[in-house]
């Protein structure tokens, strides 16, 4: 079974608008990364949060990770166009990473 | 400097037909990794490799046989392939310590008719 899952499923906002997306997993972890994948593409690392940090910056993305929920959250500030894409969460405990089902979020200009 | 890359990009077998999906590395990894792809279900682990001559098994390992005779190169092998291997498959690298970012190959579409 899956560790994690994203919430929403799909995203529609406006260029300039903040997104945020949320992640939820299931057991304790070592460190809960997000990726972005655009259409027909492989995964792209985004950021990597460790289970002893609570907030991460990086450009416009803002990571949060509350481990006594068991959540994450991304936040990508004024969006543009080229944020189109699905995002994903994914959480490690042992050697491998767990994806969730992902973000699929739409910026329209 | 290539980073992942998978061969080949697109594959359309019958059932019960077997092939190999190459990847390949020049990063100098230890670790390496398939993931499948479906829709509305994320990616899930096939198999993984934590260096040279070892494999272990992922989630969905079944169906599925994977080989790491090179430290650069993870072979994924379908020997009697099933529509239900329809899927598009992502080989990726990490460094030494696993505690680190992944880096994706394109991914290889694969149609099981």
């Known amino acids: 079974s899956q560790q994690g899952e994203e919430d929403p499923q799909a995203l529609s906002i406006q260029e300039g608008e903040n997104a945020t997306m949320n992640c939820s997993y299931k057991?304790?972890?070592?460190?809960l990364q997000w990726y972005r994948q655009n259409s027909g593409r492989g995964l792209v690392h985004l950021i990597l949060?460790?289970?002893?940090?609570r907030e991460k910056h990086s450009g416009r993305l803002r990571v949060t990770l509350d481990t006594s929920k068991k959540s994450s959250s991304l936040l990508i500030t004024a969006s543009r166009a080229a944020d189109t894409a699905s995002y994903f969460c994914g959480s490690q405990a042992g050697t491998a990473l767990i994806f969730g089902k992902g973000t699929t979020l739409s910026v329209s200009s | 400097n290539a980073g992942v890359t998978q061969t080949p990009k697109f594959r359309v077998l019958k059932t019960g037909q077997s092939m190999t999906l190459l990847c390949a590395q020049d990063?100098?990894?230890?670790?390496m990794y398939w993931y499948r792809q479906d829709p509305g279900m994320g990616l899930r682990l096939i198999h993984y490799s934590v260096g040279e001559g070892t494999t272990a098994k992922g989630e969905v390992p079944d169906g599925y046989n994977v080989s790491r005779l090179k430290k650069q190169n993870f072979l994924l092998g379908l020997e009697s392939a099933a529509p239900s291997q329809t899927s598009v498959y992502f080989c990726a690298s990490s460094p030494f310590f696993s505690y680190n970012e992944q880096f994706f190959g394109p991914g290889t579409r694969l149609t099981v008719l």
């Open positions: 057991t304790s972890i070592n460190n």
């Open positions: 949060i460790r289970s002893n940090e």
């Open positions: 990063m100098n990894h230890e670790y």
